[in-house]
């Protein structure tokens, strides 16, 4: 026989067993890169959005106008705990606290300036919680405004085409 002939065994076929295998493999891969490309776009897309909000909280001249409403003090003097109606040198009940953090980050008083030392770090914490749950709440509802504006822009152009 030369090098030429060709061997008479048909072509082994693939089995069900490998073909499965390898489609399971393949699926696989598809479903990776399909999270990754999910997340990836998601992450994208709140970036974007996180952006468009605060560039519109700081342009829009509505939201800009409805901020500057809330009712703001000028006080002539420095506010003193005497003022809000506290004892300077007892200590503050979590019910007072409360209260003259909500004032406080009303803009209706400033801060008082001789309160017990015990009362100063948990009226901050208050202060400070409640001015960053209203960053929230703004940011939020910008996005979530941006997010509606976009979709609905996005209905229109979807009827009309």
Known sequence: MNAATVS???????????????????????????NGAVAEAAREGTRLAVKDAIV???TDPNL??????QPM?????SQ???????SPHR??????IDRLAE????????FPHDLPA??????????????????????????????QRVSDSHKESTEHA
Do not use: F, Y
């Open 91 to 96: 200590n503050l009940t979590d019910e007072q």
């Open 80 to 86: 003193t705990s005497t003022d809000a109606g506290l």
């Open 118 to 147: 015990t009362a100063v770090q948990p009226l901050h914490r208050e202060i400070s919680a409640r001015l960053w749950r209203r960053l929230i709440q703004h940011i939020a509802r910008a996005i979530a405004d941006h997010l």
């Open 103 to 110: 004032m406080i980050a009303d803009g209706r008083c400033d």
């Open 64 to 69: 800009r106008a409805s901020l500057s409403e």
């Open 73 to 77: 003090s000028h006080p002539s003097h």
């Open 56 to 58: 519109e909280i700081l």
């Open 8 to 34: 008479s065994d048909p072509p082994r076929r693939k089995q069900p067993a490998d073909q499965l295998d390898r489609l399971d493999g393949i699926l696989d891969a598809l479903s990776d890169g399909l």
